[in-house]
């Protein structure tokens, strides 16, 4: 399987189709059927208790399988999620940049299955895991 998107048509295309969120997430690296992301955390996405909040880290987790999926069938925005399922595992560090490594495990036509790990900068362990299920647009 080929890429049909690169790292930096990945990152253009989130400035400009989400840019109300653009700023919090960037691609780090791209390979068939894998990719690595990046959201920047401040104080927005903190919590109480000082830690990186849930939302932040589903938001992680499910731009990075949406990002995983257009890399290898182009740029299609309608595709949307139909499922996720995630752990929180481990405390993240606060104020530390989450980093998401995600496997796309299913690429049908009509369905896409990825698997996300997030690792909290300065932290060896995972702090969530997430399997995310797309519904991919027919072709028109």
């Given at each position: 399987?080929?890429?049909k998107?690169?790292?930096?048509?990945?990152?253009?295309?989130?400035?400009?189709?989400?840019?109300?969120?653009?700023g919090d997430?960037?691609?780090?690296?791209?390979?068939?059927m894998?990719?690595?992301?990046?959201?920047?955390?401040d104080?927005?996405?903190?919590?109480?208790?000082?830690?990186?909040?849930?939302?932040?880290?589903?938001?992680?987790?499910?731009?990075?399988?949406?990002?995983?999926?257009?890399?290898?069938i182009?740029?299609?925005?309608?595709?949307?999620?139909?499922?996720?399922?995630?752990?929180?595992?481990?405390?993240?560090?606060?104020?530390?940049?989450?980093?998401?490594?995600?496997r796309?495990?299913?690429?049908?036509?009509?369905?896409?299955?990825?698997d996300?790990?997030?690792?909290?900068?300065?932290q060896?362990?995972?702090?969530?895991?997430?399997?995310?299920?797309?519904?991919?647009?027919?072709?028109?």
């Open positions: 399987m080929q890429l998107m690169s790292l930096d048509e990945l990152n253009v295309f989130l400035v400009e189709h989400f840019p109300q969120v653009a997430f960037e691609v780090l690296d791209v390979s068939p894998r990719i690595t992301t990046r959201a920047l955390v104080d927005k996405h903190l919590r109480p208790g000082n830690t990186v909040s849930g939302p932040t880290m589903f938001a992680l987790a499910d731009v990075s399988v949406y990002l995983g999926i257009l890399a290898m182009g740029p299609k925005a309608l595709a949307v999620t139909t499922n996720c399922a995630i752990d929180f595992m481990r405390k993240p560090v606060a104020n530390a940049n989450l980093r998401a490594e995600t796309i495990l299913k690429l049908g036509k009509v369905l896409a299955v990825g996300t790990l997030i690792y909290s900068e300065g060896d362990a995972p702090v969530a895991r997430a399997g995310l299920t797309y519904s991919i647009p027919p072709e028109q």
